[in-house]
């Protein structure tokens, strides 16, 4: 059975899963390959998934193995689009690619350097793992929240995650997007930055959404 063509049908059931469908038409669309039918039969074989009428469901076993598919796939994107600076179509390519061969240590270490992000470059979320939970300061991070940075130092943003109450046009119009610098002046009472001549303060929820790698 191509384990390839397993992995691809495992993650996009992963993604179905989260926008709540089940259809197996939908899957067979999404996959693209005429080999799909026969590979999914084999798969409900082996008690990966489940396949009934017009629907398609991953069974325990497959979804947790849908579930480390999908962390290692958004953790190689957030690597490669944000700390490595390859473009979107480049790291998408690369993070289906590595996917398949990261080990789980290697995984929770690079989760652990991109300080434990919640989400992939598209928004989507990235599946938790014991890294993200356990004392997070096994290996010193590449990249860090804002909150993490001493005051007095200065970081590079490598990428924010949008709050709900946080607007990027706004925060990008003060210069508060990847890529640019700031200073850490002050945690509290509330957060200072200085960006290029420019000194602000941010909401802690917006903070928390910044990640830096220290200068
Ligand atoms: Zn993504
Ligand atoms: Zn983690």
Not at 56 to 84: I, P, Q
Not at 174 to 198: N, R
Request: hydrophobic fraction near 35%.
């Amino acid at each position: 059975m191509s384990k390839k063509l397993t992995d691809e049908i495992l993650e996009l059931l992963w993604s179905m899963k989260e926008k709540g469908s089940k259809s197996y038409k939908g899957l067979i669309d999404g996959i693209g390959d005429k080999n799909a039918h026969e590979v999914m039969k084999k798969m409900e074989k082996s008690g990966l998934i489940v396949i009934e009428d017009d629907s398609v469901e991953l069974k325990d076993k497959g979804l947790s193995r849908a579930r480390d598919l999908t962390r290692r796939h958004r953790l190689a994107e957030r690597l490669f689009h944000d700390v490595l600076d390859v473009d979107m179509e480049e790291s998408e390519y690369t993070a289906c690619e590595m996917e398949h061969f990261l080990s789980p240590t290697v995984t929770d270490s690079v989760c652990s350097f991109l300080g434990h992000p919640p989400t992939c470059p598209h928004g989507k979320p990235i599946p938790r793992g014991d890294c993200c939970s356990k004392y997070k300061h096994t290996f010193k991070p590449i990249v860090m929240q804002l909150k993490e940075l001493e005051v007095g130092a200065n970081g590079r943003i490598v990428f924010i995650v949008p709050s709900e109450d946080s607007r990027l046009e706004r925060l990008s119009s003060l210069g508060i997007i990847a890529g640019s610098t700031l200073k850490l002046k002050q945690k509290k009472p509330s957060f200072v930055v200085q960006v290029d001549e420019t000194t602000l303060a941010l909401d802690s929820a917006i903070a928390d959404g910044i990640y830096v790698k220290q200068l």
